[in-house]
C-alpha cells in the first residue's frame, strides 16, 4: 500500500525554539496533505489543508503564523512550529491523498513534539 | 455537541467474545464514514468503509443508520490482537476527516 512518512518521529525542544516537521508520500503523488494533531486521550484534530503550489487552509482557531506550511512539491509538506511552548506538546499527523485516488487519504506514523 | 461522538469505553472482554461500539454524527449531509484502528502511539489506520447497506470484512460488520445518524462496528470472535482504539471517521465537505474520541478495547486472555 501507499507509504507516508513524517521527520522527525519524536522531538524534545526548549520553549522559544522552533521546530519542522515534514511529511512525505513515498510512492504517490500527493498534492494535497493534511495535518492533524491529537493530545492524550482526544481525538484527531484537523489543523490545516496543505495544497501543493498554494497557501494552506486552516482550521478555525489555528493560528497560521504560528504553524507554518510549505507544501513546495508533490511529495512534501512541511510543518513548522515556531516558538515553541510546553502547550504545542502534541501527537503531529499527516495525511496524504493520493492525486490519482482522491477517496483515500494515508497516515504518516506521527511525530510526538515534547517542548519543554 | 461533538461533531462525532463515541463511547470512550474501555470495553473489557475476553477472548472470543462479541462486542459493538456506535457513533453518533450531527452532520446529517455528511456522505461518507469509516472505522479506522490506533495503536498506542501510533497512527490512526483504516479498517473499513461504511456503507448504507452494511458492510462485512471477515469478522468485522459495519452499519450505517442515515435516519438516526449513527455508524455501529460489530466485532466477532475477539482477538488479544484486536485491542485497540477504534475511531469513527466521518468526511465532511472536502475530504475532511473529522475523527471521534474513539472507543478503547482491550481484550483479555
Known amino acids: 500500500g501507499a507509504v507516508v512518512s513524517q521527520h522527525p518521529s519524536w522531538v524534545i525542544c526548549k520553549s522559544g525554539t522552533s521546530v519542522k516537521i515534514e511529511c512525505r508520500s513515498l510512492?504517490?503523488?500527493?498534492?494535497?496533505m493534511f495535518w492533524y494533531r491529537q493530545f492524550p486521550k482526544q481525538s484527531l484534530m484537523l489543523m490545516a489543508t496543505?495544497?501543493?503550489?498554494?497557501?494552506?487552509?486552516?482550521e478555525q482557531g489555528v493560528e497560521k503564523d504560528k504553524f507554518l506550511i510549505n507544501h513546495a512539491s508533490l511529495t512534501l509538506s512541511t510543518l513548522t512550529v515556531t516558538s515553541a511552548h510546553p502547550e504545542d506538546s502534541s501527537f503531529y499527523i499527516c495525511?496524504?491523498?493520493?492525486?490519482?485516488?482522491?477517496?483515500?487519504?494515508?497516515f504518516g506514523p506521527g511525530t510526538r513534539l515534547t517542548v519543554l | 455537541r461533538k461533531e462525532v461522538e463515541q463511547d470512550p469505553g474501555p470495553f473489557n472482554v475476553p477472548e472470543g467474545a462479541t462486542v459493538a461500539f456506535n457513533c453518533t454524527y450531527s452532520?446529517?449531509?455528511?456522505?461518507?464514514f469509516f472505522w479506522y484502528r490506533q495503536d498506542c502511539r501510533k497512527e490512526p489506520k483504516l479498517l473499513m468503509s461504511v456503507y448504507s447497506s452494511g458492510n462485512e470484512d471477515g469478522r468485522f460488520t459495519a452499519q450505517l443508520n442515515r435516519a438516526s445518524q449513527y455508524i455501529s462496528l460489530l466485532i466477532r470472535d475477539s482477538k488479544l490482537s484486536d485491542s485497540a482504539t477504534y475511531l469513527c471517521v466521518v468526511i465532511e465537505g472536502f475530504q475532511k476527516l473529522v475523527f471521534g474520541t474513539g472507543t478503547r478495547l482491550l481484550v483479555s486472555p
Open positions: 496543505s495544497n501543493e503550489g498554494s497557501k494552506a487552509t486552516y
Open positions: 495525511s496524504a491523498r493520493d492525486s490519482t485516488n482522491t477517496d483515500t487519504q494515508y
Open positions: 452532520n446529517s449531509a455528511s456522505q461518507s
Open positions: 510512492d504517490f503523488q500527493a498534492t494535497t
